[in-house]
């Protein structure tokens, strides 16, 4: 006699619990995220339904679709029944989801403040496990010219050399740059190290005519303004 205690597969399930079929029908706010995830993978494994197997990488990761925008193709390959090109869908699907969130605000062509230098550079910024330091070069009347990626780093630190971002900056023949660096700890108060390269930075752009306009620290949350705070 079977087991009570059996796995179903997907396609014996009703038809309106099914998530391709219930997306169809009911469309797609419907479905919960582990459904939405199914769908991507197509199929679980011996022992597990796609939906369980969502559900059970959801769960590892809180059920926070932010915390699992982050991982790496390989950590979500540890997962029974996710191989390579499963876990590329998944993070391929969220990277979309992510990019579509940014494209819905025009992002500005022109630095009025802190927050229209944040919507140029959180795409870049946010959802990393490490740290990187950007920098915005602007024209004199604060149009933007070009963003540069100036380092990479670890978890807690990266290191921004003067010499680099001022050559950029005056290969670009620009008026003004604006810094900008990710804290993927979340924490949004600066270090001293950030506050002491700030100044070194600022009086640097004062000898060669170069303003450094602001200072941005970055998170998945926020960010933080050095011109805004009064500390540039």
Known sequence: MESYESKIS????AEEDRPREKLNAQGRRALSDAELIAILIGSGNRD?????LSKRILHHYDNDLNKLGKVSVNELSRFKGIGEAKAISIIAALELGRRRGETETKVADKITGSRSA???LRRHMV???HEE??????SRNNKVITKELISKGGLSGTVADPKIIFNVALL???????LAHNHPSGNLK??????SLTNKLSQAGKILDIRVLDHLIITDE????FSDEGIL
Not at 133 to 138: E, K, M, N, V
Request: proline residues 3%.
């Open 10 to 13: 997907i396609k014996a399930w």
């Open 48 to 52: 597990e339904s796609a939906v369980e």
């Open 118 to 120: 944040w919507e140029i």
């Open 127 to 129: 959802d990393l496990n």
């Open 133 to 138: 330091f950007w920098i915005l070069l602007l």
């Open 172 to 178: 670009h023949q620009a008026s003004g740059i604006i």
């Open 190 to 195: 600066p270090s001293h190290e950030d506050i």
């Open 222 to 225: 926020g960010f933080y303004s």
